[in-house]
C-alpha cells in the first residue's frame, strides 16, 4: 500500500478492497468505486494489473498477505485504514477483524504492548465507517469493551454528507468503546450542525465533493463548523472547498488555513 495525498494521514493500509453502497448520500458517486472499476474493466481487456482488480468493486475481498504490512514501516506513520472499501461492510467476518486489530494493537504506544510484542513499530491508525452499527456489533461479538480504553492508536471515525446521517449514525458511534473518535463531513452537502455532539469528538475533518460529479458546496458551512470545533478545542482539518468557483485544497476562512491535528497524530513523522 502506497503514500497518500489525503493531507490527514500519510499512509494507506488496505486488507479489505470492495465495498457495496449504504443509503448514505454520500455513497452515491463513491470514489473507491469508480477507480475500482475502471481498473477492473482494464484487467478484463488484458491489461497487467494487480489481482484484486479481477474483481468488481462490489466484490469486497479480505487480503490476509497484507495484514502485517504496518509491522514493516519502521517510522511512525498515520495510516487511513481501507481507502478503498469499508472495514465495517457485512462481508467482512469478524475473524478476520479479529487479525486487523490484532496488527493495529501491536503497533501501539502503551506499557501494555511491552508485555505482549517486542520490537514492532508503533503507528496510529484512523478507521472511516459508515456502519457504526457493525463496529458495535464487533465489539459486543469480541466480549471486549475495554479495547478502545487500552489501545489509543485507533482512531474510530464515521463519515458523513448531511444532518440526517449525523444524527442516524450517531447513536450507535457513540456506544462504542473507541476512545478517539472522529467524524469526517465529505463530501459536506448541506449546512450541518455537530454542536451537540462536539464534546464526543477528537477530531473533525471536511471536505466538498470532487470528481465529475461534483454537488454543490458553500463555504460558509464550512465556517459554521470550524467555529464549532475553535469554541470546544477540537482540532479541525479543512480538506477541500470551492473558492472563486474552483476545487481548493486547504482553503482559507478569514485568511486562516485550518489544517490542524490532535497532538497524538501530529507526533507521526
Ligand atoms: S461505504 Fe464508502 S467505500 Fe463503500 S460504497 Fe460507500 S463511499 Fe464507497
Known sequence: MGNTKIGWADKTWGPVVGCTKTQHEGCRFCYAERLHNLRHIAFMHGKKMSMQYAKPFSNVQCFSNRLNQPLHWRKKRNIFVNSMSDLFHKDVPFVFLNRVWETMWACCDMPVRELLYENMPVHNFLILTKRPERLLEYENYRKDRAWGTYFDNIWAGISISNQRDLVEMMDS???????????????????????????????????????????????????????????????????QGIENGKLTHYPAINGICYQQFPRQLLEAE
Open 173 to 239: 458511534f457513540m456506544e462504542t468503546v473507541a476512545m478517539n473518535k472522529f467524524i469526517s463531513i465529505e463530501p459536506m452537502l448541506e449546512p450541518i450542525k455537530i454542536d451537540i455532539y462536539i464534546d464526543y469528538l477528537r477530531f473533525v475533518i471536511i471536505g466538498c465533493e470532487s470528481g465529475p460529479n461534483r454537488r454543490p458546496f458553500k463555504n460558509e458551512w464550512a465556517e459554521t463548523i470550524v467555529k464549532t470545533c475553535l469554541k470546544r478545542n477540537v482540532p479541525v482539518f479543512y480538506k
